[in-house]
């Protein structure tokens, strides 16, 4: 499982994600040994540092966010002697690309360059590589979302950087992908043929994904204020867990085939108009309310800029997806800050008898597939009633949790993606093709609500979002998990 040495430069190291998330996941897999000091970590940025000063900021970085990996000091401090800083600005003229040069003047290991700078650099800083002759065969780019903040925008930065990078060593980056659980879905499916031959409109009633969230905005108010929840968790993370849910079996794991059947599934999501966008899509935003027993403050208040935004921090979607598969059964997305509860998870609910021979009959079955806050597998079935005279039945709960179940080792998403980007395998990457169509569906939504100027529903913090949210579903006649 080792990789053998390469080069990873992340450019934008001094940011939040580079210390919270992609500088963490690199040390625990130093720490597991699936890599060794053969390879280097350049971090760049535009702050004026020298590696010293750098490496003991990210040494409180790590010891904060791997905390137990870092209490480990030998490994921490073999690690932070992996990690060389230069300043750079791409957009200016000269800097030290002399030097990055130097430190990539091996020719045949793998090259990783991992953007985690503000979308509009992807392009120049593309250029920038391009111009300095650092880009070769054995180079990738990887690149965070947002990709682009509507489909004409996501065309122009795949463009940009197509120009320097053929699509196969492009990795765009969703988290979602990484995270044991979501993996667990193929696994689920492919491997259990029982289960498949259930898994269409035939026996399932309708497929909720939920990925509650109970923080509010936080430290990223300029960030989130001009994304939304539409783009900022929709448009990318719950688009590829519902096509991990409804894609049909791929002729291979190999990463063309898995995103050629993914991509299917964004082509045949029912195109939004806007009359379908006023019925089928709920757009709310947190205001003052109480969680555990904590007043917490509404989101303009979080924002603090002194104005009322009208940027939604809710979502919650009804679609359905044209196939021969699944063409009756309406898949449910949402998802929220400052919700109830943190939690993802996908609830598949199972169709009832046709003809009830049991004078009470309880829920008709549900799979919950839950990947956050923990990930367990639950199956709610109908059993006899052991206690109950006549012939009564009631629910039970088979259940698995992975805790208990094995030993997991990877702690975050980012720790397998950021090495199948050094190994060279893309297939838990996204393809031009699917953002463009992610884009293409979420888009109508954007417009309708610009043009329609679709009402911002208000929620209480500590809720489950904007009250209508249950209207969307009890027009199926169903419910969301939290009131079954
Ligand atoms: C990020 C979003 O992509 O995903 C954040 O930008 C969100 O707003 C986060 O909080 C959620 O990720 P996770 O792994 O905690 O579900």
Redesign the pocket.
Known sequence: NHTGPFDFVIFGATGDLSRRKLLPAFLRRFHAQEFSDDAQIICVARTELNTEQFREQIEAALREFAPETAQDEQTLHHFLGLLTYITLDALKPGGDWQILRTLLAANDRPRVFYLATAPALYSPLCEALAHHDLINQHSRVVLE?PIGINLETARAINHGVGKFFPEESIYRID??LG?EGVQNILALRFANPALEKLWSSEAIAHVQIT?A?T?GVGS?GSY?DESGALR??VQ??LLQVLCMVAMDAPASLGSDDLRNEKLKVLNALRPMTPDMVRRNVIRGQYVAGEMKRKDVPGYNEDLGTGRASNTETFVAIRTKIRTARWGHTPFYLRTGKRLATKT?EIVIQFRPQVWPIFTNMPSPGRLVIRI?PHEELSFVMAVRDPGAGGFRVRNATLGMSYENAFSVTYQD?YERLLLDAVRGDPALFIRRDEVEASWQWIEPILNSWRHAMTPLEPYPAGSWGPASTRSLLARDGALWHEDM
């Open positions: 979302k988290h979602y995270k990925a969230e923080v990223r989130y900022d968790m990318n993370h993802t956050a998403s």
